[in-house]
């Protein structure tokens, strides 16, 4: 059985290089020694770009949504209702499903703030709704209902409600370091295909749609919240997997179920292109983009993770980025807006460190 804080950890224990999971029980958070130095780092970028939820003005996008094509407003509502049903589920289980494999202060100090960052873009996906709307509550009713995107959800769901009834079981002591193991190194893959494929495949439709200068407080807001997965959300996944398949337990696990990584890769690819069809059916439609380009993004992105992963496939995936409008999205830094003229969202918290405390300075007046 897990403890809560383990009293018997020994300086030796301290001092020597822990596994991220399944090893001594955490005790004394320590930055004294920083074993996984890389995963500390991408712990303090994603404080340094901490923000809130409540930093933009949606009042333009109440009239947008009035005044848009339908087409526009369909596929703007079901991608925001993706995007908040699936960063709400990664916001109530990344660090409470993780937390008794856990064994490495700096991986728990990155997840929980992945986990708070989480919070904040379901937040804002809730803001949206909330301030972009007349009747937010007839919204939410339709967005439940829209079950297209509950299926899209579903591969990861599956892996990450393994992961729930894992953790149970091994912090009750019911389950083998094996089986409890392979359940977090599945769901890392799953996270990781998340972040790296699903939410860019949204951020396609909600950047075109914003291209058109319709939306511009939420393609700023969701600007922010591609800037996170990207950033740091996405590099932590992969740390981790590269640190796991250095060590002969992640190996052994990776050969194990290899077969059911390329499954899970494919179903998730299939899923976006199937989705895609989905959005372009019923007559709605694009300007600048059609469903054949918005699914060769989704194959160039998922590029990324089968090359990572190092799986097999007869997909054709893309090299070069189909859509270049997503480049200046993707990077805030090239679409720097005066404060007066929209909501600022290029800054970083604490970017700039004081380092004169104890420096001396001869000025004469």
Request: charged share 20%; proline share 4%.
């Amino acid at each position: 059985m897990t403890k809560v804080f383990n009293f018997g950890k020994t300086l030796d224990e301290y001092n020597s290089r822990p596994p991220l999971f399944l090893g001594p029980e955490q005790g004394l958070f320590d930055t004294v020694n920083r074993h996984y130095p890389k995963i500390w780092s991408i712990y303090k970028t994603m404080k340094s770009l901490d923000w809130s939820e409540d930093e933009f003005d949606y009042t333009q996008c109440n009239l947008d949504f009035k005044n848009c094509p339908k087409s526009v407003y369909d596929m703007m509502i079901r991608t925001l209702a993706w995007q908040w049903q699936a960063d709400s589920m990664a916001s109530h289980s990344i660090a409470p499903l993780m937390a008794p494999f856990i064994s490495d202060s700096s991986l728990w100090a990155a997840w929980q703030r992945i986990s708070d960052n989480e919070v904040v873009h379901a937040a804002t996906y809730s803001e949206i709704v909330r301030m972009s709307f007349d009747n937010p509550e007839h919204v939410l009713d339709s967005i439940l209902t829209v079950k297209n995107s509950l299926q899209r959800l579903n591969t990861v769901e599956q892996i990450f409600s393994n992961l729930h009834s894992q953790s149970h079981r091994w912090a009750l002591g019911q389950c083998s370091a094996d089986e409890a193991y392979e359940s977090v190194f599945m769901a890392v893959v799953a996270l990781l295909l998340l972040e790296r494929v699903q939410f860019m495949a949204s951020f396609a439709i909600t950047f075109t749609i914003c291209s058109s200068n319709l939306f511009q407080p939420i393609g700023k807001a969701v600007q922010k919240i591609a800037q996170d997965e990207l950033e740091v959300h996405v590099e932590l996944d992969k740390e981790i997997l590269r640190t796991e398949l250095a060590t002969e337990r992640g190996q052994q696990t990776f050969q194990r179920c290899r077969n059911w990584i390329s499954v899970l890769c494919h179903e998730i690819v299939d899923s976006e292109l199937a989705w895609t069809d989905y959005l372009f059916s019923e007559g709605r439609e694009l300007v600048g983009v059609n469903a054949q380009m918005i699914k060769n993004w989704v194959l160039f992105n998922a590029r990324d993770v089968f090359k990572f992963l190092d799986i097999e496939t007869d997909l054709k995936l893309p090299r070069t980025n189909p859509l270049p409008h997503m480049d200046d999205w993707l990077n805030i830094a090239r679409t720097q807006a005066a404060p007066q003229e929209q909501d600022n969202n290029q800054y970083k918290v604490g970017a700039v460190v004081r380092d004169d405390a104890a420096v001396n300075f001869d000025v004469d007046f």
